[in-house]
C-alpha cells in the first residue's frame, strides 16, 4: 500500500494553503485530493471581488486568489490528483479514494489535513411549508449554474437568508438580468458582511425584510409565488403579517455546514456549536495525525482567514511527521452563554509561543469586554467596538499569561 | 383492441402490469405523470405492516395479512430492498394498556407473530422509547421497502415482457359500447368494449382495472354510473432525518391506532434514514400535497409521545402524500355489475401498499380468471439486477470499474453515488429522464445536500444521455424547468 507522509482532502482555499504549510516546512510526499476536476474549490464560482485584503493586500476576485495559491502549488513537486473521490479515511491513516482513471484504491497516510469545506443548509433542513417544486435552489447552487455552467435559472427571484452568498445571488440575479424583489432575514440583523449588505442591496435597491422568514412556497410544478410573513422575538411566524410575491424563483442562504461525514466515518470527535471537529491550536483532531483548517472546522467569512488558518494547519501536520512531537498538557477552552463558539477547544501548555483564539458572538454588540479567566483569575480583559454573528474575532494571547487546566472566555456587553 | 388498459402507474397498477405480463395478452398501462410511482406510491410511510389492526372481516384485514407473506419473496426476485425490521405498538399511559391486549388477540387470531412486551424488555430493545411507555405489542413479521423501487421493478419487467406504458396521459373521458361494434382480436369473454378517450388519442379495450389513485372515483365516474363511490384525498405530512440520527429506532414504533389510522410513526428506512408521520387530515383538493407549519409542528409533538431524544436538528426534508380514502371504510376491489368487464381497485389507502401484492392476486383469482383464458408465455425475462456500488466490497467495486470506468467517478457525494450507477438509471428499460426520477432510482440528491452538489451534474448527464438541451432537463415534469435559459452571456 502506497504510504504518503501527507493526504490532503480538499483542494479548495484551506487544502491549497495546507499544502503550502507543510511544504513550506520541510514535506515533500504530499497527496492533494480533489473531486472537481480543478483546483480552487468554490472560490471558482466567486467571481466579485473583496479576497486578498488580509493576504496579499489587494483585492482580488475569487478565481484570480485560486489562482495565485493553485499556481503555488503547481511549482512544488505535490502530487495531485483531480476528479478524486474520499470515500472513507479509517482512524489508521488509510483511506480509500476513487476516480475513472483508477478505480478504487486505498492508501495510507503518516498525517492527514481534512479541508472538505461546507455544504449549504437546505430548504429540507429548515422546513420551509408548502409545495415542492422546481425553482427553489440553494444560492451556492444557483451561483453554480450561473457563474461557472452559464445557466439562467430564474426571472423574478426573492432570496430568503441574508449570509453572503445570499447577498452576492442578489445583485448577481439582477446583474444577470433577473429581478430581485427582496431578501428576507429572520434574525432582526443581517447574517452577512455589513459591506455586502451595502454593496449587493442597498446600492441596487433591494429592500432586505429583517425579522421576516418564508412561510409557504406556492407551485405545482415551477415556484409562482412566495408567501413572507414577520416573525416575533421567537423567531415564530406572526399571522396576519403574511405577505404574498409574485416570484418563480427562491434562492436559500441559509446557513453553512462544515461537511464533516468522512471526519465522522475516522470518529473523529466534533464540536456541537462550530459543527466541527475538536481541535487544538495545531489544529490537530481527537485522532493523532489528523488535522482541520478552513470551513471544514467552522464557517470562515473571509477566505484570507482560511488560508492563514490552513498554513498553520500544513506547517502542524509536517511538525507532526518530521518531529513525532511528544504528548502535550492541554488547556480546555470554554466560554459563556454569549459567544456561539471559540477555537481552539483546548490549548498546549507551553510556557512560550501565542495563540490565536477565533470566536463568534451571538447577537450584535456596539461594545463588549471579553474576559480570559484562569483559575478564577481574569488573566486578560480586551475591549472590542462593533462586534457581530457575521464577523469573526480574533485575540492574540500569550501563552505564558495562561495558567491551571482550563481557560474560560467571557464577554460582557457594556452598556452605553 | 387491449386485453386490458390499466390506468395509473402506481404501486397496485405495476404489481396488475407485472402479474399480466405473464400471459398471452395484450396490456397498456396509461399514467398521467411523467413516470411510474408519482402519487401515492411516492409518499407513505414504505411499511409492509403485519395486519394487525385493520377491522375484522375487512379486505383489509384478509390482503393486508397475505400480502405481508407474499413480500420477502417478490422483493427477492426483483432485487429490491426488504427488510423484516418488526414493529412495536406502544401504550404510553395505563389507559391505553387494554388497546394492547385487544389488538395482541386480534393479531393471534389472525396468526400474525405478536408477543407482549413490558417496558423493561421493550427499553432494552429500543432504548429511545418514551420513557412512558407502559406495554408494547411486538410485531416481528413487519417489514420496509422503498415503494417506489417496488414498483419500478415490477413495471421494468413488465415492459421487458411486452406490456406498453404509456406516461404523461391524461384520461378525458370512457365510452362503452357492446363488444360487436368493434373488431375484436382479445381474448376477451365479455360483451361490452371500451375506448379510453386521452389527450394523446383514443386507445380501445376490452377491460378496464382502475387503480388511479385518488382519481379513482372521478375515472369510474367517466361512464356515469348509476351506483359509484367517492375518495377524498386523506393528507399525512412527514419529516425525513439525516442517517445521522441513526439509530434512533430500529423498529416500526406505532402508538395505539384510534379512528384516524395508525397514528403519527417513527419509522426506519431502508437506506437509514427515518420518518416521522403521517399527520392525517381529509383535504379537498386532490393535488394539494402541500406541507403546513400547524401540521408539521403536530406531527412533532405526535412523535415525541412514543419516542424520545429526536434530533429534529437533523431534518434533510418534508414532504405530503395524500391517501385515497374511500367512503365504504374499506378497499373497492371489484368488477362494475354495471359495466361488465370494468375493474375498480380503489380506496388502496393504508393498509395499501403492505395488501398490494394480494390484492393483484385477488383480482387475479376473483375476477380475471371469469374474464379470460390466461396462458402463460413460453419464456419469461427476468430484468437484469443493476449494482449499487455503496453496498460492495472494494474486490467488487474494481471489478466493476474494469468494465466501466464511469463506475469510479462519483457524482453523489452524500451517497456516494458513481456516474456509471446514474447512467444505468438512464439506460435502462424503464429509464428516468428527470432529475427526481434519477433520484429515486439511484438516490443522488436523497442526502443531506438535498442535491445542492450534484444537481448541475446530474442534469448535464442527462441532457448528454437523452440529447437534450440542458434546460429541457426537468425536476420531474416539462414545466418543472430547473434552469430557464441554456446560456447567458
Sequence with gaps: MREYELIIIGGGSAGLAATMGAYENGLKDILLIE????????????????????????????????????????????????????????????????????????????SIVLAMGCRERSRGAIAIPGYRPAGVLTAG???????????????????????????????????????VVGVAEIMPYSNGLPRNVKQCLDDYNIPLYLSHTVTFIDGHDRVNSITISKVDDNLNPLKGTEKILEVDTLLLSVGLIPENDLSEMAGIELEMKTNGPIVDDKFETSIPGIFACGNVLHVHDLVDYVSKEALNAGKSAAE????????????????????????????????????????????????????????????????????????????????????????????????? | MYDYIIIGAGINGSFMAHELSKYNLNVMVIEKGPDVATGATIANSAIIHAGHDPKPGTLKAKLNVEGNSMYPKICK?????????????????????????????????????????????????????????????????????????????????????????????????????PKTCYVDKSQSMGRLGYEIITNKGTFKTANIINAAGVYADEIYNMLKPKESFSITGRKGEYYILDKLANPLVNRVIYPIPSSKGKGVLVVPTVHGNTLLGPSSDFIDDKGGNFTDTETLKYVKAQVNRTVKNIPFNKVIKTYAGLRPTGNTGDFIISESDEFQGFINVAAIESPGLASAPAITKYVLNTIIEKQVILKPKKQYINRTKLPILNRMSLEEKIKLWNKEPKYGNIICRCESISEGEILDAIRRPLGATTVDGIKRRVRPGSGRCQGGFCQPEIINILARELNKPVEEIALFNKDSNIITKGEIN
Design chain 1, 320 to 416: 507532526y511527521v518530521l518531529k513525532k512531537s511528544s504528548k502535550y498538557e492541554y488547556i480546555t477552552v470554554t466560554h459563556d452563554n454569549n459567544l456561539v463558539y471559540i477555537l481552539p477547544n483546548k490549548i498546549i501548555n507551553e510556557n512560550e509561543n501565542n495563540v490565536e483564539l477565533m470566536y463568534r458572538v451571538k447577537t450584535p454588540m456596539k461594545k463588549a469586554t471579553i474576559n480570559l479567566i484562569c483559575d478564577g483569575m481574569i488573566v486578560r480583559s480586551i475591549k472590542k467596538a462593533n462586534l457581530t454573528p457575521s464577523i469573526m474575532g480574533k485575540i492574540m494571547v500569550a501563552k505564558k499569561l495562561l495558567k491551571g487546566t482550563e481557560l474560560i472566555v467571557n464577554i460582557k456587553e457594556e452598556i452605553l
Design chain 1, 35 to 110: 473531486r472537481e476536476p480543478e483546483l480552487g474549490g468554490i472560490l471558482l464560482q466567486c467571481i466579485h471581488n473583496g479576497f486578498g485584503l488580509h493576504m496579499f493586500d489587494e483585492e482580488l476576485a475569487g478565481p484570480t486568489y485560486a489562482e495565485r495559491w493553485i499556481n503555488k502549488v503547481l511549482e512544488t513537486d505535490v502530487e495531485i490528483k483531480l476528479n478524486t473521490a474520499v470515500l472513507s479515511i479509517n482512524n489508521d491513516l488509510t483511506l480509500e479514494y476513487s476516480n475513472e482513471d483508477e478505480g478504487y484504491r486505498i492508501v495510507k497516510a503518516k
Design chain 2, 77 to 177: 426476485d426483483l432485487d429490491a430492498d426488504f427488510k423484516h425490521t418488526s414493529a412495536f405498538v406502544t401504550a404510553t399511559s395505563m389507559e391505553e394498556s387494554p388497546s394492547i391486549d385487544m389488538l395482541y388477540k386480534q393479531a393471534k387470531g389472525r396468526n400474525i407473530p405478536c408477543e407482549i412486551l413490558d417496558k423493561g424488555q421493550a427499553k432494552a430493545l429500543e432504548p429511545n422509547l418514551s420513557d412512558n411507555t407502559v406495554k408494547v405489542l411486538n410485531l416481528p413479521s413487519t417489514g420496509i421497502i422503498t415503494p417506489w423501487e417496488v414498483a419500478y421493478n415490477l413495471m421494468e419487467e413488465a415492459i421487458i415482457n411486452g406490456v406498453e406504458l404509456s406516461l404523461n396521459i391524461k384520461v378525458l373521458g370512457i365510452i362503452s359500447r
Design chain 1, 141 to 179: 447552487t444557483a451561483q453554480k449554474y450561473v457563474n461557472i455552467l452559464g445557466n439562467e435559472i430564474g426571472k423574478k427571484v426573492f432570496i430568503l437568508g441574508s449570509g453572503d452568498i445570499g447577498l452576492i445571488m442578489a445583485r448577481r440575479m439582477r446583474l444577470e438580468g433577473a429581478e
